[in-house]
């Protein structure tokens, strides 16, 4: 499975972003894709994750409100739109996927593959 992260960006403080996270490679029955961020210093973030045949999501509290996880299921493709921007959004965004299953992790060891992230930078 290979994972494909792009949409990041400089925005300004209160602005948005939509990052894409394109997957490919073998088919399983049953997953999910989940979105995390890594901000210099810190360990890796859990953001949102959602499960690809039903479309459930699970947001981190922190972010309730102001992120959105959604899937397209013809692109393969899921999206994270992130509204509202914070400089503390600041982050290297990374999508990953659990495979072979249906829960919702908010951990990241958790997921068994990762996509290469996309720089997330927000301007004060």
């Known amino acids: 499975v290979q994972l494909q992260a792009s949409g990041g960006g400089l925005v300004q403080a209160g602005g948005s972003l939509r990052l894409s996270c394109a997957t490919s490679?073998?088919?399983?029955?049953?997953?999910?894709v989940g979105w995390f961020r890594q901000a210099p210093g810190k360990e890796r973030e859990f953001v949102a994750t959602i499960r690809w045949n039903d479309g459930r999501t699970y947001v981190a509290d922190s972010m309730k409100g102001r992120f959105t996880i959604s899937r397209d299921s013809a692109k393969n493709t899921v999206y994270l739109q992130m509204n509202d921007l914070k400089p503390e959004d600041t982050a290297v965004y990374y999508c990953?996927?659990?495979?072979?299953?249906?829960?919702?992790?908010?951990?990241?060891?958790?997921?068994?593959?990762w996509g290469q992230g996309t720089q997330v930078t927000v301007s004060s």
């Open positions: 490679g073998r088919s399983f029955s049953r997953y999910v």
């Open positions: 990953a996927a659990d495979l072979n299953t249906w829960r919702l992790s908010s951990d990241k060891n958790e997921y068994d593959f």
